[in-house]
């Protein structure tokens, strides 16, 4: 009998063959700062194995959706070597600069736009629904923009990048302010479920071991005083206990140690280590794309 971890390989290897079904396939990439640089690898991967097309829906916050734009787009090796090439050293993480240490500027005016110029196109021409996750800087609510709306789909993503105490810089899609939208939607399974979807690979950047721990009392305040100019209601939010506890979980079920309710078949990609969310070391994040792109390979090699 086939586990639910291999009927999602098989169902997707069987689009890839031009299989006609009846199944919601959903994508889940998680983002995390350079940890995305696994991301990055394993778009590279499936690119590779022709599962560009083969999902219904891809969800993605924070670095996790500049992974998956470059794999809608068909640009898989471009966007991972941003990493090494445009990110890595002091080009995008400043350490000295109180309130912008990341320059999410410099990624997506900069390099998304014309260095590495994202096709925008190609991803709103994809049937794929690709949803990015954003967090309103007023109240702290988390919604979402998908590659079918009618906005500057690089905005979104620069919004969902926008990193709470490394940026705190809101950024504006109409009439929002919006930032971070891994707040809440780190690995969005609920989301998944409500689409109706069947089926989930989970792309995350943290090992199966990891458990994540709440702040200390030093880093809590430290980040109060970054976030200093933010709105009290999403300094609420992002300082809140339970986000912790949420995320714990969401990792309990794509890794099998906690069932859901209804009935999904997950299976997830995880690296065997862990990579700082701040990592600048290129050949550290070379390592990581490379061993995100195996991790992809060797999941499909089924018996």
Not at 40 to 53: A, C, P, Q, R, S
Request: proline share 3%.
């Amino acid at each position: 009998m086939n586990t639910h971890k291999e009927i999602v390989l098989q169902r997707l290897t069987g689009r890839k063959s031009g299989n006609r079904d009846k199944h919601k396939i959903g994508l889940i990439v998680e983002g995390g700062g350079m940890r995305g640089a696994f991301s990055g690898g394993v778009m590279v991967g499936l690119e590779k194995l022709g599962l560009t097309d083969a999902f219904d829906y891809i969800y993605a916050s924070s670095s996790g959706s500049c992974a998956g734009a470059y794999f809608l787009s068909h640009q898989t090796e471009s966007g991972s070597s941003i990493y090494t090439e445009d990110l890595s050293g002091y080009k995008f993480i400043k350490p000295w600069r109180i309130n912008r240490a990341a320059d999410i500027d410099y990624l997506c005016d900069d390099i998304f736009r014309h260095k590495k110029k994202l096709n925008t196109k190609k991803i709103k021409e994809s049937k794929t629904i690709f949803k990015i996750f954003v967090a309103d800087v007023n109240n702290g609510r988390c919604s979402y923009y998908t590659n079918k709306d009618k906005v500057d789909l690089i905005q979104v993503i620069k919004a969902s990048c926008a990193l709470p105490a490394f940026y705190n810089k809101p950024v504006t899609i109409g009439p929002n302010q919006l930032m971070d939208g891994r707040i809440e939607k780190a690995l969005p399974i609920e989301d998944a479920i409500s689409d109706g979807c069947t089926d989930l690979l989970v792309v995350t950047t943290v090992p199966e071991y990891y458990h994540e721990k709440k702040d200390t009392l030093l880093a809590k305040g430290l980040k109060r005083v970054l976030m200093s100019k933010l709105p009290q209601q999403y300094k609420k939010k992002y300082l809140n206990i339970e986000k912790h506890d949420n995320y714990n979980e969401s990792l309990d079920v794509i890794f099998g140690r906690k069932k859901i309710h209804r009935k999904i078949n997950i299976y997830t990609i995880s690296p065997d280590y862990m990579l700082d969310k701040y990592e600048t070391r290129q050949g550290t994040l070379k390592r990581a794309i490379n061993h995100g792109m195996t991790q992809a390979q060797e999941a499909f090699l089924l018996d």
